[in-house]
């Protein structure tokens, strides 16, 4: 099998096209996430306050919106033993903490994904 070809031995994708996967990704979820997003902000009742009451209005709204919290809490901590494990930069945790925030887990996720993948690429030659 030669470096061109798309697969790895392992029938995995090769590195290159995973971090193109997990930037495509990342690419998606900032579309979808800022484009929802936007129609609450274009509202005429868009405050922080009227953003959390929606949250959790219902109990299928608490329980979608207590998971994701829950996955943000969960991504950053594995995000940060996996710097450690690394040896990557431990400031990227404060950009993951940012995206998580302003985009959502989907697009942290990504992103992690994605500089991890480069990482290891650059650190396995």
């Known amino acids: 099998m030669n470096a061109t070809q798309s697969k790895s031995v392992s029938g995995s994708p090769a590195p290159a096209s995973r971090a193109t996967l997990y930037l495509v990704c990342l690419v ?6 800022w484009g929802i997003f936007a129609q609450f902000l274009l509202a005429d009742s868009a405050s922080v306050s009227q953003f959390f009451k929606e949250a959790f209005a219902s109990p299928i709204a608490t329980l979608v919106s207590s998971d994701v919290l829950l996955s943000a809490g969960i991504f950053l901590l594995f995000a940060r033993i ?4 690394l040896k990557m930069p431990s400031n990227r945790l404060a950009l993951y903490v940012l995206v998580t925030s302003s985009v959502g887990v989907c697009g942290a996720l990504s992103l992690f994904l994605y ?6 690429a650059k650190n396995r030659k």
């Open 82 to 85: 996996e710097l450690n494990r």
């Open 28 to 33: 998606i979820s900032v579309a979808i996430s």
């Open 115 to 120: 500089q991890r993948e480069n990482w290891l």
